[in-house]
Structure formats: C-alpha cells, structure tokens
T-cell receptor, first 112, second 111 residues
Framework: RKEVEQDPGPFNVPEGATVAFNCTYS??????FFWYRQDCRKEPKLLMS???SGNEDGRFTAQLNRASQYISLLIRDSKLSDSATYLC?????????????FGRGTSLIVHP | SQTIHQWPATLVQPVGSPLSLECTVE??????LYWYRQAAGRGLQLLFY??????ISSEVPQNLSASRPQDRQFILSSKKLLLSDSGFYLC??????????FGPGTRLLVL
C-alpha cells in the first residue's frame, strides 16, 4: 500500500459546484498534514494546514480523520481559478528529520 | 520575509553532460533544504535533504549528488546526465518541523 494515496481525477466540475477530495495515509503515527496546490508547470504552494479539529479558510475546508487515516479538502462555490492539482502531504512522527510524503495529486478542472 | 531562488529556470542538456542546479534561500537561517524531482505526470520524488551545512541525506540512489556548501545554498549535481534525468527539479526549505516552501523550479530536458 502506498504511504499517501489520492484519486488522480480529473474532477471536472462546473463553476459554483462543491467538490471534495480525500487523501489516505498508511502511517498511523503521522502527525502533520497539509494541502498544497500546484498549477500547471509551476511549483506547489501551500494551500492550508490540516488540524485535528478541522479548519476553514474562506471557501476551503480541511478535515482530518485519524481513525480512518484520511484527510479531506472541500471546496465550495468553485471558481475557474481553482483549476489545479491538489497535493496532500503527510509528515510522520519521527525524531530528527522532517521528511514529508507527498501524494501524487488530484486534478481539478472547473469549467464555465 | 523568506524567499527561495532557483536557477536556471529551464535547461536543455545532452546525454552525458554534467549538471549543476543551484538553490538559495534568503531571510532565514539554518533551514532544512530539499531537492525533489517531478517527472511528467508523476508525483514529487524526494531526492536529497539537508538539515545543516555539509549534511546530506539521499533518499533515492542514482547518478545525482547534492551539496550544501553554505547554510542557505543547496546544489544538485551530476557528472553525466541520463535521459531519465529529465524532469522538473524543485528545491524547498522548511524551518525544521514546519511547512515546506518551494522554489520556482528548474525544468530540465536531457536529449
């Protein structure tokens, strides 16, 4: 089983739609979680951290389910500019190094 | 504020030629530094990371090497490039146990 798995998509949704992505992880001792956004031919950029209690930033909501070992990203009222690849990142709980594991990403296409 | 620079932005090199990609970080000290490669349609592959000057850990054995001659400088090198070395090379930094921030990347095409 891969350490971090994401549905590659693409998710093709109309403007204004609500879309959700999940990301599963295999290491139950993982301690930190993030969502990144990567536009075509650009570097990944931090979208938001994922906290145990869940967190919201405008139209974006991130949640963590430790029991089932997955994190989710919900995007409400999708905009054309939300089209991108969304990467989940999991940081294991280990002493010393800080080696994140990236998922392969989920592609989102928002169309008019 | 912190910034991370990478150069060159794009590079076309023949098979067998050497490679040197540079990454520098400003506005922070003693960062963790990382080199990733992203092949077309693939995920991010961690190549090297460094927790301090002269300290390099390799994640994947290959014909690439990395060096950290200064606190905020990270260099990715190869003596002889292979076709399979083509890809998007990303440098990233983090303040130890915090979020990673990526540079703009170098797109390498080996012909």
């Amino acid at each position: 089983r891969k350490e971090v798995e994401q549905d590659p998509g693409p998710f093709n949704v109309p403007e204004g739609a609500t879309v959700a992505f999940n990301c599963t992880y295999s290491n139950s001792a993982s301690q930190s979680f993030f969502w990144y956004r990567q536009d075509c031919r650009k570097e990944p950029k931090l979208l938001m951290s994922v906290y145990s209690s869940g967190n919201e930033d405008g139209r974006f909501t991130a949640q963590l389910n430790r029991a089932s070992q997955y994190i989710s990203l919900l995007i409400r009222d999708s905009k054309l500019s939300d089209s991108a690849t969304y990467l989940c990142v999991v940081i294991p709980a280990s002493g010393g190094s800080y080696i994140p594991t990236f998922g392969r990403g989920t592609s989102l296409i928002v169309h008019p | 504020s912190q910034t991370i620079h990478q150069w060159p932005a794009t590079l076309v090199q023949p098979v067998g030629s050497p490679l040197s990609l540079e990454c520098t970080v400003e506005g922070t000290s003693n960062p963790n530094l990382y080199w990733y490669r992203q092949a077309a349609g693939r995920g991010l592959q961690l190549l090297f990371y460094s927790v301090g000057i002269g300290q390099i850990s390799s994640e994947v054995p290959q014909n690439l090497s990395a060096s950290r001659p200064q606190d905020r400088q990270f260099i990715l090198s190869s003596k002889k490039l292979l076709l399979s070395d083509s890809g998007f090379y990303l440098c990233a930094w983090s303040a130890k146990v915090e979020t990673q921030y990526f540079g703009p990347g170098t797109r390498l095409l080996v012909l």
